[in-house]
């Protein structure tokens, strides 16, 4: 099974900052990896598909890049409703795993 | 507008069985793959299944292979999970979720359906 690490699994930054969220998958997964935003108490939501491709309606402060074994997630300028936790996940086998998830509480 | 929603969660005894059901609306069901996805509170998010949209390709977690089963009716819009042989450790919301093939993204997800495994 691949494994994906993430880091930091916590984070505080305040309204304006930029957010660099990183997953490492356990072996070369190209670029077949997403990220997901799970609000409070809320469903997880799409956020990038294959590394880089924004899901629609999603704010453009939100980028992702990688591919091999290491991926990013950016917010550019964090807001108060991007707390939430974040996680990737690998799309290029199964089974699909994801990341352990990073907190971002904005101070 | 695209909708899934899960029934079926409840308390069951460890070595019990349940079935899940997810609805789907707002979008052609027979085109789509289909997992199930679960998350322990407070836990992070473990993939369960998944299931091509023709039920010719079906993937397991090892956590549940042998114990569970996914299947579809494309007639009724409808993806299950069958869940026997239910450990504590099985406790958790389960999600479903859509997908464009069984090797791709997840989105969207439903609410979940909240499964409980304890004596």
């Known amino acids: 099974d691949i494994q994906m690490t993430q880091s930091p699994s916590a984070l505080s930054p305040s309204v304006g900052d930029r957010v660099t969220i990183s997953c490492r998958a356990s072996q070369d997964i190209r670029d077949n990896i997403n990220w997901y935003q799970q609000q409070p108490g809320k469903t997880p939501k799409l956020l990038i598909f294959a590394a880089s491709t924004l899901r629609g309606g999603v704010p453009s402060r939100f980028s992702g890049s990688g591919s091999g074994t290491d991926f990013t997630l950016t917010i550019t300028s964090v807001q108060p409703e991007d707390s939430a936790t974040y996680y990737c996940?690998?799309?290029?086998?199964?089974?699909?795993?994801f990341g352990g998830g990073t907190k971002v509480e904005i101070k | 507008e695209v909708q899934l929603v899960e029934s079926g969660g409840g308390w069951v005894q460890p070595g019990g069985s349940l079935r899940l059901s997810c609805e789907a609306s707002g979008f052609k069901f027979e085109s789509y793959a289909m997992h199930w996805v679960r998350q322990a509170p407070g836990k992070g998010l473990e993939w369960v299944s998944g299931i091509s949209w023709n039920s010719n390709s079906i993937n397991y977690a090892d956590s549940v292979r042998g114990r569970f089963t996914i299947s579809r009716d494309n007639a009724k819009n409808s993806l299950y999970l069958e869940m026997n042989s239910l450990r504590p450790e099985d406790s958790a919301l389960y999600h479903c979720?859509?997908?464009?093939?069984?090797?791709?993204?997840?989105?969207?997800w439903g609410q979940g359906t909240l499964v409980t495994v304890s004596s």
């Open positions: 979720s859509r997908g464009p093939t069984t090797v791709d993204w997840l989105d969207p």
């Open positions: 996940q690998q799309s290029y086998s199964t089974p699909l795993t």
